[in-house]
C-alpha cells in the first residue's frame, strides 16, 4: 500500500465516523451540559468532517485510479469459502467525490439549521439526528460490500423517519414520515429480495464492484461481485449480455430498493409529502443524503446489471422525469414545486444511469444537489420571513425585503434551468445537455436494436424527446416559483409587511451553495470525466458515457434541441407570471389545459390511487375474514352449543336430585376452589410476574437438586 | 483465575446473559408504566438469544459444540418473534391507553376477581 492509499482511508473513515461520534454526543449530553451550543458544537464537528473529506479528495487528484479494499471480518458464516462476512471500505473516485460533497453539503445545511431551528424546544435532538442522517449516508458511500451497505440504508431510513416527522405533535408530518417510511419498506423488500438472489448464486462475500480493479491495502488483488459474476456466468456459458433470468431478476429486484429511496415512479409519492419536515431536512434530504443514495446505489452496481435492467431503470426513469415535470407546473405551495422538481431531476439521472449515461448521471446528481439544496434553503428562509405561509399565490414583490436571497435563489433557477452563453454556463447546463446528448445515442440504439429492418420504433425516441421537452418546462416552472415568490408587487401585502432578510447563519450557507451551483460543475466535469475514463469502468455493452463516445451528432442534437431552453422556458414564465396568477388561470380554464390541469394538481390520482386500491384490498380482506367468522366460525360454535343444550336438557329427566347429583358437586367443589385461590387474581400484573418468575426457578432448583441427588447416589453405587 | 480472565469462554456469555435475565426481570417487577416493562420483557428475551448463541458455539460438557448454526437461527427467530411481540404489546397500550387516559399497568384491573 502507498502512503497516499493510507493516507485517504484514515481520512475518510474520520470522516465517516466524526459526524456519528457527534450525534451521540449531542444525544447522550446535548440538552443536560450543551443547550444552544449543541448546534455549534455539530457544526464544526460537520466542518471537520468536511475538511477530511476535501483533504482526501485534494490526495486522491494526485493519486492515480487505484482502488483500495479494506476489510475486517465481522459474521463469521460457516461453510463460506471466504469464512466472514466483512465490515469494509471501499474507496475510489465515487467514494471520493460523494464524500466530498455530501459532507459540504450537510455542513451548511448544520449551519442553516442554527438559525433556522433557532427556538425549537428539541433543538440539540435535531442536530443530533441530522448529524446521525449524515452519518448514516457517508456509511453507505463507503460500505465495501451490498450486506454492509444494506444495513446503512436502513439508517437512513430510520433516521428520514425520525427527522421528517419532527414536528411530531402536528398530524401532517406524523403522517408524512410514515409515508416515507413504509413506502421505503416496499421498496427495500426488494432490495432484500435482490441481495438474497445473490448471496444465494454468488455466496457470502458480495464486494461492491468498485472502478478498476480492487485490492487490498496490502496490494493483494480483491475479487468484487463483478468478477465473481463473471466467473459464474462464464461456466454456465452465458454473459451479462446474454444472461440467466435470475440476473435479470436480482438486477430488478435491488433496482426496487433505489426507487423506494430515491422516490422513482411508483413509489415517489413520499417525497412530496416529505415537506412536513423541517426546511433544512428537506434541503438535505432533497440533495446529498437520501434520494442520493438511490442513485449512487444504482450508479454502484450499473457494472453488474443486465441490457433488460437497463430498459428497466432507463424506462422507471423516463416516467419519473416526465409526471415530477408535469406535477411542478401546477403546485401552488413553494416547497412542493421544488419536492416535484427534485422528482423530475432524479428522473434525469436515473434514465442516464439506464442508458449507460454514468459520469454525466453522476455529475447531475452533484451539481443537482448544490442548487437544489441551496434552492431549499431560500425557500425555507422566505417562509421564515413571511411567517410560516408557503402559498406562492400570497407571496410576490420579496425582492424589495430580501435582495440576498433573491439573488440566491435567481442564480439557483439559471443553475437548474441550464443557462449558457457560447457554450459557458452553469452546472445544469453541463450535466443536463451531457445526459442528453448520450440519451440520444441510447435512443437510437434502441431503435437499432429493435429495428434491425429500418423501420422505425416509436417507442425508442421518446428516449431523448422527453428529456428535451422537460429541459423547457424545468426552466418554465422554476422561472413560475421565482417570479409569484420575488417579482411583481405584493399580492398580501400584510403578509411582507415584517418580512426581511434572514439572519447570517441563514444567509452564508445559501450564499456558499449559490457559489457551488455555479463552479461545481467545471471542478466536477475535471474530476469527473477525466477520473471515471482513465479507471475504465468495465462496462462494455453500456454505451455514451465519455464526450468522445457521445459523437459530434448527439453534441449537434443538443444544441439544436435545448441549447435556448433555458431562455424560452425562462421568458415564457417570467410573461406568464409577472401580473400574478391571473393569466395563468385563464390558461388553465381552456378545454384541454384544463382536464391536464386537474390530473396534475391532483398529482395523477396517485395517492388515492394507492389509499383505495391497498387500503381498500386491506379493508375487503378485513370483511372476509369478518364475515368468515361470523358465517362459520361463530355459527359452528353456536350450533355446538345449541345442540349440548338439548342434549342436556332431554337427560335432565334422569338426573333425580339435582343439589346431590354428580355434576353439581363438581361445580361446587370448583366453586370452593375458586373461592380460595381468588385472592391470587389480585389485578397487579407486577405480582402475576413475580409468582410466574418465582415458580419457575422453584421448579427449576426442585430439578436441579434432583439431578445432583441422582448423580450423588449414582456415585456413592 | 488468570485464564478464565484472559480467555473469554462459555461461563463469560452465562454470567452477562444472567445479569440481562435478572435486570429484564427486576424491570419487569419494579415498573408500573407498561413501556417499562415491555422493555424488561425485551431484555429477558435477549439473555435467552444470547444463551442459544454460547451454547451453540461453545456446546457444554459431553455435548460437542454444534457444527452448523442452528443457535444462532435460534436466536434470529426471538429476535423476530421479540418485533411482533412488541408490535402487538404496543398496539395493546395504544388501546389501553386510549380508554384509561395512562399506561399503568396497576389500573389493568378490571378482570380481578
Known amino acids: ?717 | 483465575m488468570s485464564d478464565l480472565l484472559l480467555t473469554i469462554s462459555l461461563p463469560h456469555f452465562l454470567v452477562v446473559s444472567f445479569l440481562l435475565l435478572a435486570a429484564g426481570i427486576s424491570t419487569m417487577l419494579t415498573k408500573r408504566n407498561a413501556i417499562g416493562i415491555l422493555i424488561g420483557v425485551e431484555l429477558v428475551l435477549n439473555a435467552a438469544a444470547i444463551n442459544f448463541v454460547a451454547f451453540n458455539h461453545y456446546g457444554w460438557p459431553g455435548v460437542r459444540a454444534a457444527p452448523a448454526i442452528d443457535g444462532q437461527m435460534f436466536a434470529i427467530f426471538i429476535i423476530v418473534l421479540a418485533a411482533a411481540e412488541a408490535s402487538v404489546a404496543l398496539a395493546i397500550f395504544l388501546n389501553f391507553y386510549n380508554n384509561f387516559g395512562s399506561i399503568d399497568v396497576e389500573r389493568a384491573d378490571d378482570l380481578k376477581a
Request: net charge neutral; proline share 5%.
Open chain 1, 1 to 717: 500500500m502507498t502512503p497516499v492509499q493510507a493516507h485517504i482511508l484514515d481520512l475518510l473513515a474520520a470522516a465517516t465516523l466524526i459526524p456519528l461520534a457527534s450525534a451521540l454526543l449531542l444525544l447522550f449530553a446535548g440538552k443536560r451540559w450543551l443547550g444552544r451550543l449543541s448546534g455549534w458544537v455539530a457544526t464544526l464537528a460537520m466542518a471537520g468532517s468536511c475538511g477530511c473529506a476535501l483533504a482526501a479528495l485534494s490526495a486522491w487528484q494526485d493519486n492515480l485510479p487505484a482502488t483500495i479494499v479494506f476489510e475486517i471480518p465481522w459474521i463469521p458464516v460457516p461453510g463460506q469459502a471466504a469464512g466472514y462476512l466483512n465490515l469494509g471500505m471501499l474507496v475510489d473516485h465515487l467514494t471520493v467525490a460523494m464524500t466530498a460533497m455530501v459532507t459540504l453539503i450537510a455542513t451548511l445545511v448544520h449551519l442553516y439549521s442554527i438559525g433556522y431551528m433557532q427556538g425549537d424546544k428539541r433543538f440539540e435532538r435535531f442536530f443530533a439526528y441530522l448529524s446521525l442522517f449524515t452519518f448514516a449516508m457517508l456509511g453507505i458511500v463507503v460500505s465495501a460490500s451490498l450486506t454492509q451497505l444494506f444495513v446503512f440504508w436502513e439508517l437512513v431510513g430510520l433516521t428520514s423517519y425520525l427527522l421528517i416527522g419532527f414536528w411530531f405533535e402536528r398530524p401532517g408530518p406524523r403522517l408524512a414520515c410514515k409515508k416515507a417510511f413504509v413506502m421505503n419498506r416496499i421498496g427495500d423488500a426488494g432490495f432484500l429480495a435482490g441481495l438474497a438472489i445473490l448471496y444465494c448464486k454468488l455466496g457470502g462475500n458480495l464486494l461492491l464492484p468498485a472502478a478498476g480493479d480492487a485490492q487490498t491495502p496490502s496490494g493483494v488483488p480483491i475479487e468484487t461481485i463483478y468478477q465473481t459474476l463473471t466467473a459464474i456466468l462464464a461456466d454456465e456459458n452465458a454473459s451479462i449480455l446474454s444472461p440467466p433470468a435470475w440476473l435479470t431478476f436480482a438486477g430488478i429486484a435491488l433496482f426496487c430498493g433505489a426507487i423506494g429511496k430515491s422516490a422513482q415512479f411508483p413509489l415517489h409519492t413520499w417525497l412530496p409529502d416529505a415537506m412536513e419536515g423541517p426546511t433544512p431536512v428537506s434541503s438535505i434530504v432533497h440533495s446529498a443524503t437520501m434520494v442520493a443514495a438511490g442513485v449512487y446505489l444504482t450508479a454502484r452496481l450499473l457494472p453488474i446489471l443486465t441490457p433488460g435492467v437497463h430498459l428497466f431503470i432507463a424506462t422507471i426513469g423516463l416516467v419519473t422525469l416526465v409526471i415530477g415535470a408535469c406535477m411542478a407546473l401546477v403546485m401552488t405551495d413553494i416547497k412542493r414545486v421544488l419536492a416535484y422538481s427534485t422528482l423530475s431531476q432524479l428522473g434525469y439521472m436515473v434514465l442516464g444511469l439506464g442508458a449507460g449515461a454514468y459520469n454525466f448521471a453522476l455529475l447531475h446528481l452533484v451539481a443537482h444537489a448544490f442548487f437544489k439544496c441551496c434552492l431549499f434553503q431560500c425557500a425555507g428562509s422566505v417562509i421564515h420571513a413571511a411567517g410560516g405561509k408557503q402559498d406562492l399565490r400570497s407571496f410576490g414583490g420579496l425582492w424589495r425585503k430580501m435582495p440576498a436571497t433573491m439573488a440566491c435563489f435567481a442564480v439557483c433557477t439559471l443553475a437548474i434551468a441550464g443557462a449558457s452563453v457560447m457554450g459557458v454556463g452553469l452546472s445544469g447546463h453541463y450535466s443536463k445537455d451531457g445526459l442528453i446528448a448520450c440519451m440520444h445515442n441510447y435512443g437510437l440504439a434502441l431503435d437499432e436494436a429493435f429495428n434491425p429492418g429500418g423501420t422505425t420504433f416509436p417507442f425508442a425516441h421518446i428516449f431523448y424527446w422527453a428529456p428535451v421537452a422537460v429541459a423547457y418546462v424545468t426552466a418554465f416552472y422554476m422561472a413560475r416559483a421565482f417570479t409569484l415568490t420575488f417579482l411583481g408587487s405584493p399580492r398580501e401585502p400584510h403578509l411582507i409587511e415584517h418580512a426581511h432578510e434572514a439572519p447570517l447563519t441563514m444567509l452564508v450557507p445559501q450564499g456558499a451553495l449559490a457559489l457551488l451551483a455555479v463552479v461545481a460543475t467545471p471542478w466536477g466535469m475535471a474530476f469527473w470525466g477525466d477520473r471515471i475514463n482513465a479507471s475504465a469502468m468495465i462496462v462494455p455493452w453500456v454505451q455514451g458515457g465519455t464526450e468522445e463516445q457521445v459523437g459530434e451528432t448527439a453534441v449537434e442534437f443538443t444544441h439544436h434541441a435545448v441549447g435556448f431552453a433555458w431562455l424560452v422556458g425562462i421568458a415564457g414564465g417570467v410573461a406568464l407570471y409577472a401580473a400574478g396568477t391571473k393569466n395563468a388561470a385563464r390558461l388553465a380554464k381552456l378545454p384541454g389545459v384544463r382536464l391536464l390541469h386537474t390530473w396534475f394538481l391532483n398529482k395523477f390520482y396517485f395517492d388515492g390511487l394507492y389509499d383505495g386500491f391497498v387500503v381498500g384490498l386491506a379493508k375487503a380482506v378485513a370483511g372476509l375474514a369478518w364475515i368468515l367468522d361470523r358465517a362459520v366460525i361463530d355459527a359452528a360454535v353456536d350450533a355446538l352449543a345449541k345442540r349440548v343444550r338439548e342434549g342436556a336438557a332431554s337427560i335432565s329427566p334422569f338426573d333425580p336430585d339435582p343439589s346431590g347429583s354428580p355434576i353439581n358437586s363438581v361445580a361446587f367443589a370448583a366453586q370452593a376452589a375458586d373461592q380460595a385461590l381468588r385472592p391470587t387474581h389480585s389485578g397487579r400484573i407486577r405480582l402475576y410476574v413475580l409468582l410466574a418468575f418465582g415458580s419457575a426457578a422453584l421448579i427449576l432448583m426442585a430439578v436441579l437438586i434432583l439431578v445432583f441427588a441422582a448423580r450423588a447416589a449414582g456415585h456413592a453405587a
